[in-house]
């Protein structure tokens, strides 16, 4: 069995401020973490994933995550916030023979100008 | 098309009325999923197909709730007798066959059963 745990259901932040989303998990069984995105009015999509190697790993917009094992954490970080980062966030983990994904319950990240 | 497409987009039923939701994956997309969203919380398992194949149903709340994706393709979602409880967004994903591969999903079906 997974689980993910996102204990911050809103994170208010100024514009240009640092930001961190946390989340952690467990699993008996080894896993793959990501994070998922859902702008107002639009799908989930990707923004970034741990899959094997190199623990910190970077989206395209400046986001960045790092797999901690030993705490079961896949923090989320960026060190200045953008107003067209308001959405919400969603952790999430996988393992086993297919991507079974189970989310989080997500962080609605609200910046503030 | 250029993304997982669901329909409808809003549906409102009344309690005891059935509901179909279409899910149409991205072309080439082995693997379909479905998930439900209830208000403030994360997408929870339904569902899991690969191809034509339901390999996974543990998620599904009850023996209402059935799925289909017949050739291997668009997928239907089926809800007999809707409950206030089924209140929620239904969330269509595709991937590639691969663990690596990211989940692409629709916008959604925002279910409302009065």
């Known amino acids: 069995a997974q689980s993910v745990t996102q204990l911050d259901s809103q994170v208010p932040v100024f514009e240009e401020a640092p930001v961190e989303l946390r989340c952690n998990y467990s699993s008996s069984v080894s896993v793959y973490l990501f994070w998922y995105v859902q702008y107002p009015n639009q799908g989930l999509q990707l923004l970034l994933k741990y899959l094997s190697g190199s623990t910190l790993v970077e989206s395209i917009n400046g986001f960045e995550a790092e797999f901690n094992k030993s705490q079961t954490s896949f923090h989320l970080r960026k060190p200045s916030v953008h107003i067209s980062d308001t959405a919400e966030y969603f952790c999430a983990v996988s393992g086993g023979g297919y991507q079974k994904v189970t989310f989080g319950t997500g962080t609605k990240l609200q910046v503030i100008p | 098309g250029a993304g997982v497409s669901q329909s409808p987009r809003y549906k409102v039923a009344k309690r005891g009325q059935d509901v179909a939701l279409r899910c149409d994956p991205i072309s080439g997309h082995v693997s379909l999923f479905w998930y439900q969203q209830a208000l403030g919380q994360g997408p929870e398992f339904l569902t899991y197909?690969?191809?034509?194949?339901?390999?996974?149903k543990s998620g599904l709340p009850s023996d209402r709730f059935f799925a289909e994706r017949p050739e291997g393709s668009v997928s239907t979602l089926k809800i007999q007798r809707t409950q206030q409880e089924d209140s929620a967004v239904y969330l269509c994903a595709s991937s590639y066959e691969s663990d690596n591969s990211p989940l692409h999903f629709g916008n959604g079906t925002r279910l409302t059963v009065t």
């Open positions: 197909f690969q191809n034509e194949a339901q390999l996974d």
